[in-house]
């Protein structure tokens, strides 16, 4: 209670904490608004109750603080700004305009999130077209048809038309709630969104497991469980156990570095020497944060999409075979998706974090890595630490993804479960509660407060 009436005491940090709360819970309304035309109970009877579509599904919904599994107004959550975020820092790199507008500071900065803007409404509409073509087409599967309009008059170019628009205002709104909680509220606005969306899913995940017709599972108290995907004892503990370990491992990652002493020079003013100070230059191990496993889970599902229109438009053999790929995720997508996580984690460092840089401001202020001339050898000294240590926290990544794959396949729970207890959604939100935590602390800390993390 002290930590709480030290946050409260101070009017600036609780009304940055209550706009956020505020506009939190106006995303968790328009999470729920369903969009007109659609039939939501067939809609969850068809992709919502399981199956491979709708873990695909679900399993994108995780990253993007949407729900693609029913239709509603923020289905398609906060992902296409993210997406135009990722493309034009990708572009800053090798397009030499943009870098030049990166380092004009306020006004170039200005410049690329309108440009962000306009290119999340390009990515809003191609995206809200797929996902609405797909759940109006009139195809069946497994049985059970998609069409999930009514078919009595009905206008198909007026209801596509008019969904389109509304998951695209969906997504604009959630992006500019985004950039009001950075403005007003407390932490970072987009991860918040995509925290609240997945912290949401876990109490009914953990329903789904617990629970059977508002009873307890009965084979929750037997060892060895029933049927295929009942949930047994030891299974519980397990899932406890996974719990706690990747929360502790989240946490050590995220806060570990590696620290580089630095030596600054020794400058002598009349009798007095100043400099000659002992300090550590930190490296995080995880320095590209969960954005390597956001950017390539977003990726590995274009494949499914379109290997399914090919089989269904051709019906050729090859398209169906790597749609089933994808849509099963088997070895192969996890061999691939492993990859992916590498090859985004080592190019997103290298955007962010620039050992040229960061060895001329070190040469600037008249430090130096002891051992090592300032200027070129230390940037290459540089570069090759970062080299090593993001190979580590690219493991880390790899087999956080990887972890509720595992325990569906050989656990027999389920995608939805697996993916809360043990996994990327798991890394999201401790990772972001992190950061949340560290900007209450500095809030705390600067009006000489304890902070959240101190006795």
């Known amino acids: ?15 940055k904490i209550l706009i956020t709360l505020l506009f939190l819970a106006v995303y968790r309304v328009g999470y729920s608004i369903p969009l007109p035309f659609v039939d939501q109970s067939l809609m969850n009877r068809n992709v919502g109750q399981g199956g491979p579509l709708g873990d695909i599904l679900g399993y994108v919904s995780l990253f993007s603080g949407g729900d693609l599994s029913n239709a509603t107004l923020f289905g398609l959550g906060i992902m296409p700004y993210i ?33 962000t803007r306009w290119a999340t409404v390009v990515i809003c509409f191609f995206q809200a077209f797929m996902y609405v073509q797909f759940i109006m087409q009139p195809s069946s599967r497994g049985g059970q048809g998609f069409a999930l309009t009514q078919p009595i008059d009905y206008n198909v170019g007026y209801y596509w038309i008019t969904m389109v628009l509304m998951m695209t205002t969906g997504t604009m709104f959630l992006m500019w709630m985004g950039e009001q909680i950075d403005e007003y509220g407390i932490g970072n606005g987009i991860s918040l969104i995509i925290m609240a969306g997945i912290v949401a899913r876990i109490p009914a995940a953990t329903a789904s497991l617990l629970f059977e017709n508002g009873k307890f599972k009965e084979s929750i108290f037997t060892l060895g469980g029933g049927s ?11 899932l406890m156990l996974l719990f706690v370990m ?19 020079a020794k400058h002598v003013r009349g009798r007095k020497v100043f400099g000659g100070t ?18 390539a889970s977003s990726l590995l599902i274009l494949p499914y999409f379109i290997f399914n229109f090919i089989s269904s438009a051709t019906e050729w053999s090859w398209a169906l075979a790597l749609k089933d790929v994808f849509e099963r995720q088997g070895w192969a997508y996890t061999v691939l998706f492993v990859v992916m996580i590498y090859i985004f984690c080592y190019f997103w460092t290298a955007i962010i974090f620039n050992p040229k840089d960061v060895a001329n401001n070190l040469k600037d202020f008249g430090s130096f890595i002891p051992g090592y001339r300032p200027g070129k050898r230390t940037s290459e000294y540089l570069e090759k630490v970062m ?15 990887v972890i509720p794959t595992l325990i569906t396949s050989t656990m027999d729970v389920r995608q939805e479960v697996a993916s809360f207890y043990g996994g990327t959604g798991l890394l999201i939100v401790v990772s972001v509660a992190l950061d949340l935590v560290q900007k209450i602390n500095s809030h705390l800390v600067m009006r000489n407060y304890p902070g959240l993390t101190e006795d």
């Open 1 to 15: 209670m002290g930590k709480l009436s030290a946050i409260l005491a101070i009017p600036e940090l609780r009304n």
């Open 83 to 115: 997406s135009a975020s990722i493309i034009f820092q990708l572009l800053g790199a090798v397009y030499p305009p943009l870098e030049k507008l990166q380092k004009e500071g306020e006004s170039g900065r200005k410049k690329i999130n309108n440009y």
């Open 228 to 238: 295929s995907q009942d949930i047994s004892f030891e299974k519980l503990v397990v």
């Open 246 to 264: 990747v929360v502790v491992a989240v946490i050590a990652i995220t806060k570990a570095q590696r620290r580089i002493p630095t030596q600054s």
């Open 278 to 295: 002992r300090q550590f230059l930190p490296l995080k191990v995880n320095q590209a944060g969960v954005m390597p496993v956001i950017f």
């Open 387 to 401: 080299m090593r240590i993001t190979y580590v926290g690219a493991a880390f990544l790899a087999i956080i993804a």
